[in-house]
């Protein structure tokens, strides 16, 4: 069996190709450190600079936002500090609390605020990738840094509101960062040449070195004269700054840059133009995960960053356990290690580059500068609790530590770039430049009209869900009576939220009213989604749910029986644009941009409880809780206008489409879009399994979603008693994470289709699966390994948003195996689905108000058990392919 080597040129040998080179740059003057290609590498420079110095600010501030950062036992120091350098500490405290807030946050806490910024990082890498393949290195990195700088002017404000917006804020920031990391790796695809590849590269890594050594060096001056806050204001600040500089200043391409010399721009592209093929190939998946030289980059790349990251947070707050110094001499002792960094980061390119034109091989090369860069760096960290404590030692094993450290910037991280330069993204992003080539793509019509339902579903999925939340204000008692160790929660004001007394059982009936309506309407919208123009329908439709959230309150003036009236009628509203918007993408979805498009729709579901959590309970709060209905309803009644103005039923019909863009989608659905409706096959439907799998399975979903969706604020205010403002932003995380999964998926499943690596049938099982059966393993945690307040968050968190994989499994089945029928079908298992939904509802009020001590172990378990037998179902059954009694017999569109 043949096998598949990954080299960066297939015929030539690295000699070879450092030769050609040779001769290239002795044939022609090119310009050297004053060109254009080091520009953009200080520019890139100043990027991750500002990159990581936000990233970084909290190391240095922790010290002066908490009230105690220190561990008596780990300081076992027998030398006095030289000088002033020992001054008095809690002097020091008292002085900046003074200029800003302080916090009692344990070191659990600070550490869990620490990471919580590697969480995006670690999800955004591949799809930053993906992005610069897609818009460009220079939109990605700018709008990634200026979405960095703005959430970094956020942090204190978000401090002071609570902690719980303080992670979530720095989780976002991490989506940035992450975006800003993983995307500016393209750029030196086009733009460095082989000879010059370490030291651009190190040009622009070392970068994040110097603004850490700089935030720590500057840092406790500002904390001493302005307080903490300014850190965060003035490197924010600089972040936009630096922004606007990149948007002007750096091009993605050399021969698209408009002030590079004629004689620069021939030496790049000639150098790259057997490694940069103009012709997009497909990603060698399979050759990859059997490569033992791209395995070893990983692994490696790895453990040094766990090195360097242990470097970045807890310097600070270790040289405070061991010295107990002021903040000023804190900043000023961390930046030491990364100032030298920073020199042996830039020398250590130059070394490469000087080892390669010397003719060392270049595998030798990377090699060495891994080496020095891992080995030296563990073993003086590793040595430095076994030696003596004294002031001197610690800085200098420190420095050494951490100075060294960046000298694998011109080893294995640019190891990618020699492996594979055609896939170097690839490599550093594990994800493709790009599906499809010479067609519109997010700035597209149809990307347009997702984006459109998207905030069509965010809207109608706030107004059903902010009842489950302000429910906890409209009534005097939302948890089970006689439940032990219970405790008294904060009440609002009385005048501003007006107190219901309405039993567990009326408020179950209250929650799960709006599935009625939305019962009622599954069948005929199905039907009637093929025969007549959706525009009117679910414009109308959404205008109506609007207006009836905005007569929510009143109608719970009036009594509990009004709001529920109002509720089913807005679920027949809400039935009404949830199902007939499936029927849309049978016209204007290409086959391979399915997962895609629907998942940015359908993660508007997601994205509303989120935005509904996070704010309402500060609505409740400030506002009272009919402010919450009223804001969302003429929300609601805004965007119903913006429907009617920019939607079109068929993409034929769109006035400002281009033609190429109207060609492509009628092209790619040739045979599935029939001029006329057939009648329904009903017994066809009634015997066919895989349709019977869908519908099973989403009865699954909705009976998991709805379950989890109406009652995580009373499981948060049952078992963890907080106030209503926390628990909404304690709720609201699950559904931020949710919609991150939800559009990741998308992405992922076109991928694995247009690469070929599954079948259909196997991407909608593999996502279906990821989907249902996650969740049941997190309530299984929840339930049995969640022993603390964060605990029990993280697993809730990730049950609810586990879920939002199934966008791209039985959501979108139906459309690959009856496309003709796709309305009517989901539609159908929609209806069952929502039967599903009510009966969770309900059933978990009666179960909380019938037995409060073991309620939501029945509860879950019960859930449990549906999930697993749904999917399994599924799994068996589910096709991928038109089935015979789906498919056009006449009428055909060629």
Same mark, same amino acid.
Request: hydrophobic share 45%.
């Given at each position: ?713 009373? $499981? +948060?205010?049952? &078992? ?7 628990? =909404? *932003?304690? %709720? !609201?995380?699950?559904?931020? /994470? ?85 309305? $009517? +079908?989901?539609? &159908? ?7 599903? =939904? *009510?009966? %969770? !509802?309900?059933?978990?009020? /009666? ?48």
């Amino acid at each position: 069996m043949s096998t598949v080597e990954l080299k960066p040129i297939s015929k030539q040998s690295e000699d070879t190709l450092d030769m050609q080179v040779d001769k290239k740059t002795s044939s022609q003057k090119v310009p050297s450190l004053c060109a254009i290609r080091y520009g953009i590498a200080l520019l890139a420079h100043f990027a991750n600079f500002t990159l990581i110095a936000q990233n970084s600010i909290i190391s240095i501030t922790m010290v002066a936002m908490v009230n105690n950062t220190d561990q008596s036992h780990v300081n076992n120091s027998t030398e006095e500090l030289p000088g002033d350098l020992n001054g008095d500490q809690h002097e020091a405290s008292t002085h900046l609390s003074a200029k800003a807030p302080v916090y009692n946050w344990s070191p659990q806490t600070q550490g869990i605020i620490f990471s919580s910024v590697q969480y995006g990082m670690m999800l955004m890498q591949g799809p930053g990738g993906f992005l610069a393949g897609k818009i460009g290195t220079k939109k990605v990195v700018g709008i990634a840094l200026l979405g960095s700088s703005l959430l970094t002017l956020c942090i204190p404000p978000a401090a002071n509101l609570g902690l719980g917006l303080l992670l979530a804020a720095r989780a976002v920031q991490g989506f940035t960062q992450g975006a800003g990391y993983g995307g500016q790796f393209a750029l030196w695809q086009r733009w460095a040449p082989p000879q010059e590849r370490s030291r651009l590269c190190s040009i622009a890594l070392s970068g994040m070195v110097l603004g850490i050594f700089v935030v720590l060096l500057v840092g406790g001056v500002i904390i001493q004269a302005l307080g903490w806050p300014f850190v965060f204001y003035i490197f924010g600040g600089f972040g936009c700054g630096c922004s606007l500089l990149w948007f002007i200043l750096v091009y993605d391409d050399p021969a698209s840059h408009p002030w590079i010399s004629s004689s620069e721009k021939e030496y790049i592209l000639s150098s790259l133009h057997q490694q940069i093929s103009s012709e997009e190939q497909s990603l060698p998946i399979k050759a990859m995960l059997k490569s033992l030289p791209l395995w070893t980059m990983c692994l490696g790349t790895t453990t040094h960053q766990w090195l360097v990251n242990t470097y970045i947070v807890y310097i600070p707050t270790y040289i405070s356990y061991v010295f107990k110094i002021n903040i000023r001499d804190n900043g000023f002792l961390s930046s030491l290690p990364f100032f030298i960094g920073w020199v042996v980061g830039i020398l250590g390119g130059l070394l490469a580059d000087f080892l390669l034109s010397k003719n060392f091989r270049l595998v030798t090369v990377r090699k060495i500068l891994t080496v020095l860069g891992n080995l030296p760096s563990a073993a003086l960290i590793v040595s430095l609790p076994y030696i003596q404590f004294s002031y001197v030692t610690t800085i200098a094993f420190l420095t050494l530590s951490c100075g060294l450290a960046p000298l694998c910037q011109s080893g294995i991280y640019i190891n990618a770039l020699d492996l594979a330069p055609r896939s170097s993204k690839g490599l550093d992003t594990i994800i493709s430049e790009k599906f499809l080539s010479g067609v519109p793509g997010f700035c597209s019509f149809r990307y347009g009209l997702a984006v459109v339902l998207h905030f069509c579903n965010i809207v109608i999925m706030a107004q059903r869900v902010c009842l489950n939340l302000t429910m906890v204000a409209m009534v005097n008692r939302t948890e089970p009576p006689h439940l032990p160790n219970g405790s008294a929660v904060e009440r609002l004001d009385d005048g501003k939220n007006p107190v219901y007394s309405w039993s567990l059982d009326i408020q179950g009936l209250i929650l799960s009213s709006v599935f009625f309506g939305m019962v009622v309407v599954q069948i005929p919208v199905g039907y009637l989604s093929g025969l007549y123009p959706m525009k009117r329908i679910l414009g109308f439709s959404m205008l109506l749910s609007s207006v009836l959230s905005m007569l929510i309150p009143p109608a719970a003036q009036a009594g509990a029986a009004f709001v529920i009236v109002c509720r089913v009628l807005q679920g027949v509203a809400q039935g009404i644009v949830s199902t007939g918007q499936h029927e849309i993408w049978v016209k204007w979805a290409p086959p391979l941009e399915r997962g895609r498009l629907t998942s940015m729709t359908l993660s508007g579901f997601v994205m509303g409880p989120f935005i509904v959590l996070l704010v309402s309970g500060f609505i409740c709060d400030l506002l009272g809780w009919p402010m919450v209905f009223y804001i969302f309803g003429i929300f609601g009644c805004i965007l119903s206008l913006c429907w009617f103005l920019l939607f079109y039923d068929d993409p034929k019909d769109h006035p400002y489409m281009s033609s190429r863009e109207k060609a492509y989608i009628t092209s790619s659905l040739p045979q599935q879009v029939s001029s006329r409706r057939q009648s329904l096959p009903i017994k066809a439907m009634l015997r066919s399994l895989p349709l019977w799998a869908i519908i099973i399975n989403t009865f699954a979903f909705i009976w998991s979603n709805s379950l989890l969706v109406t009652y995580t604020p009373t $499981f +948060i205010n049952t &078992v963890l008693h907080v106030n209503i403002r926390e628990n =909404g *932003l304690l %709720s !609201s995380l699950s559904y931020l /994470l949710a919609y991150i999964c939800g559009i990741v998926a998308g992405q992922l499943a076109d991928f694995l289709l247009s690469r070929k690596i599954f079948s259909v049938a196997n991407v909608r099982k593999l996502f279906s699966t990821l989907g249902i059966l996650s969740p049941v393993i997190f309530i299984m945690c929840l339930l049995y390994l969640s022993s603390s307040f964060y605990s029990t968050i993280i697993f809730l968190t990730l049950a609810n948003s586990t879920l939002s994989f199934s966008f791209c499994g039985q959501h979108i089945n139906a459309l690959d195996i009856a496309p003709s029928y796709y309305g $009517f +079908i989901k539609a &159908v298992s929609a209806l069952i689905g929502m039967i599903g =939904g *009510l009966i %969770s !509802s309900a059933v978990a009020g /009666l179960i909380l108000n019938q037995d409060p001590e073991n309620a939501w172990h029945k509860i879950f378990f019960l859930m449990s058990g549906i999930n697993v037998t749904c999917l399994t179902f599924y799994n068996v059954f589910a096709k991928g392919e038109i089935q015979d009694w789906a498919k056009e017999t006449k009428n055909t569109r060629l």
